[in-house]
């Protein structure tokens, strides 16, 4: 009762998404991990066991955690690759969006430098409202650059979709992996030989705690867009 | 720049599936952390800290572990029936209701057979009997939905009786089993734990079974439809 679609083209790229699916699942799932259970957990462990399950238990989830990342970028990259060259604007789109979404990754881990650094930044909700208009401003202009060049709605909807899941990446393996690296080292320190914590863990703490906060949010909106792509066309009439 | 689509069933049915995907990488993705982190976590800890961090995380998880689950299989069932009643055979999705929690119910009989160590205590023959039995399942499921039904529900019938499986081994193994397990430590019965690593494992195998169908109903078409 099969009758398997023979070409490599159809094949390949659902293995990509397949891959892409299993990957994502694996990242963002350690994700959730972290900010549903993990973080409530830590603020009742007692300090007397906290060093020895960290240096057990995380090691283990940012492993799942920033592989399953970049796996997933790289097939989404792939295949959004094979999208924008079947279209009439060709590559294009990909320039504007590697460009447009590292200046928002830029732009959104400054922001989290100001806000642990004190001022009215250091409000969690006056941060949030401006990740957001970094994020709208960012994905307005690329979209729009995109529909002109005559983009379909589906690689409209990647390209927002994919542009989240970019500064999420970035926010994994530039912010968080090198914050807890250092954070785990300190830990390692203080179990072997007891030496005190450094003075700029709580800094790294709060900063690693901000970028994986904000991808939690962002994911919510990612998976909107990545979902619309081939199953709710919001981009449609109007692509040129 | 939007266009936005009209009618509230093209909007319902968005909405349905962004909260399967949300739900669905939740579920999923602490399936693999309850198997591949926290078992593993258990195994290498001391009995103390092992036992410590287990009374304060596992509750927790155990929630976001089975309400995702539930909240996943729940708007993937409603999802189905509405791609099974487009195509004129609603009456179908009890029939894969029915069919697909029997499955789940041996599976459940196997798991317990194993963990007590009245047969299939090896794991690997364990394994082998549950794939030689979620592959009948799959192949008589898939004999009968091919019958007037399109490839897209064929490939949800799978991926989705899978998942009700996983769904059971949640509510009814690995849940319970752990609480019990947590309110009997440090010396909890041997079985028990069994039991909980048992259904933690398969569901980690199912997963990417899952997958491949779910997305392959909108991707991939390789089931052919017959005759009714």
């Keep these: 009762m099969l009758s398997w679609p023979q070409d490599f083209t159809t094949n390949f790229q659902f293995l990509l998404r397949w891959f892409h699916f299993l990957a994502g699942i694996s990242w963002i799932g350690m994700l959730y991990f972290f900010n549903l259970v993990n973080v409530k957990f830590q603020k009742e462990l007692d300090a007397a066991v906290k060093g020895k399950v960290n240096l057990n238990l995380m090691p283990k989830a940012l492993w799942l955690f920033r592989w399953g990342a970049v796996w997933t970028w790289l097939t989404g990259f792939t295949y959004y690759v094979l999208i924008v060259g079947s279209e009439p604007t060709g590559h294009m789109p990909l320039l504007t969006f590697l460009i447009g979404w590292s200046i928002a990754f830029v732009a959104i881990a400054g922001l989290f430098r100001v806000s642990v650094g004190g001022g009215p930044l250091k409000d969690g909700r006056l941060l949030a409202l401006a990740i957001i208009v970094v994020v709208v401003f960012i994905g307005y202009a690329t979209a729009l650059m995109a529909r002109n060049a005559g983009a379909s709605s589906r690689s409209i909807s990647i390209m927002i979709g994919g542009g989240l899941g970019t500064i999420m990446f970035f926010n994994v393996w530039m912010v968080i992996w090198p914050l807890q690296k250092k954070i785990l080292a300190a830990t390692k320190a203080t179990v072997e030989t007891g030496a005190a914590a450094p003075g700029d863990q709580p800094a790294w703490a709060r900063r690693a705690f901000l970028a994986s906060r904000t991808n939690t949010w962002l994911s919510v909106p990612m998976l909107f867009f990545m979902g619309a792509a081939s199953h709710f066309p919001i981009f449609g009439v109007l692509a040129k | ?228």
């Design chain 2, 1 to 228: 720049m939007l266009t936005w689509p009209h009618g509230w069933q093209v909007n319902v049915l968005f909405a349905l599936r962004w909260t399967h995907l949300l739900s669905g990488t939740l579920w999923l993705g602490l399936v693999l952390f309850f198997d591949r982190v926290w078992r593993r976590f258990l195994e290498e800890a001391d009995r103390d800290t092992a036992s410590r961090a287990r009374r304060l995380l596992e509750p927790r998880l155990l929630v976001w572990y089975e309400g995702a689950g539930f909240l996943t299989v729940g708007t993937g069932f409603i999802d189905y029936a509405l791609v099974l009643s487009a195509e004129g055979l609603a009456s179908r999705a009890l029939v894969w209701l029915a069919v697909w929690s029997l499955a789940a119910g041996a599976v459940h009989a196997l798991l317990w057979l194993s963990a007590r160590g009245r047969a299939l205590g090896d794991g690997r023959l364990l394994g082998a009997a549950l794939a030689a039995w979620l592959a009948a399942v799959g192949a008589s499921g898939d004999w009968y939905m091919s019958r007037g039904g399109s490839h897209k529900a064929v490939a949800l019938s799978l991926g989705g009786g899978f998942a009700l499986v996983m769904l059971a081994n949640v509510w009814l193994i690995l849940g319970p089993m752990s609480r019990r397990v947590l309110a009997a430590l440090p010396a909890p019965e041997p079985q028990w734990e069994r039991a909980v690593s048992l259904a933690s494992r398969l569901n980690l195998w199912l997963s990417p079974a899952v997958l491949f169908f779910m997305g392959s109903a909108s991707h991939l078409p390789f089931f052919r439809t017959l005759e009714r």
